[in-house]
């Protein structure tokens, strides 16, 4: 079952505008993470955040973590038409398989020129 | 470097059939992992390999559903007795270490 949910579920900007996607989720993780799907390929991670962590930056990328709310943002500012594609955050947990991913049912961002 | 390499990329099988998907993971990764996504879902956990053990299969559908990484290395994912509600795209991830994963490109399974 999927772990939580992202919002919104799509998402369309012009290039150069600043992209914000949000992640929620249910249990207690020990790391969120984010992966980008360009159409028909495969998952490319992008940044993880470590639960003990409230921010952190990647180049045109920021993530936060609020464990309180169970809740995590993906911003892209400046976004390309190359960001095109859907984003998926996922976590990890804290029994069983640690390493096994938990993903959202993601986001699709639309980047036009 | 080679990634994770996925074959077939695309099958199609009539129901009933059996198919036998292959993931050739990045060279000296420990840990593969096999989910599936469905249509504008996100990717659902199957089952997890350290090295050739399986250590956890609680995502596998049912039983017509095994895997197998014998030498721990290449794994197939072999579904038996295809059914539709088994269409989806199978994705292959390997890793270092436990946290951040390497992903193939997928197989795309129709099941017609």
């Known amino acids: 079952s999927q772990q939580g949910e992202e919002d919104p579920q799509a998402l369309s900007i012009q290039e150069g505008e600043n992209a914000t996607m949000n992640c929620s989720y249910k249990?207690?993780?020990?790391?969120l993470q984010w992966y980008r799907q360009n159409s028909g390929r495969g998952l490319v991670h992008l940044i993880l955040i470590r639960s003990n962590e409230r921010e952190k930056h990647s180049g045109r990328l920021r993530v936060t973590l609020d464990t309180s709310k169970k809740s995590s943002s993906l911003l892209i500012t400046a976004s390309r038409a190359a960001d095109t594609a859907s984003y998926f955050c996922?976590?990890?947990?804290?029994?069983?398989?640690?390493?096994?991913?938990?993903f959202g049912t993601g986001t699709r961002l639309q980047v036009t020129l | 470097g080679a990634g994770v390499s996925q074959s077939p990329r695309y099958k199609v099988a009539k129901r009933g059939q059996d198919v036998a998907l292959r993931c050739d993971p990045i060279?000296?990764?420990?840990?593969l992992f096999w989910y599936q996504q469905a249509l504008g879902q996100g990717p659902e956990f199957l089952t997890y390999f350290q090295n050739e053990a399986q250590l956890d299969k609680s995502g596998l559908p049912s039983d017509r559903f095994f895997a197998e990484r014998p030498e721990g290395s290449v794994s197939t994912l072999k579904i038996q007795r295809t059914q539709q509600e088994d269409s989806a795209v199978y994705l292959c991830?390997?890793?270092?270490?436990?946290?951040?994963?390497?992903f193939g490109p997928g197989t795309r399974l129709t099941v017609t």
């Open positions: 249990t207690s993780i020990n790391n």
């Open positions: 996922a976590t990890d947990g804290l029994t069983g398989t640690a390493s096994k991913l938990t």
């Open positions: 991830a390997s890793s270092p270490h436990s946290y951040e994963q390497y």
């Open positions: 060279s000296g990764h420990v840990s």
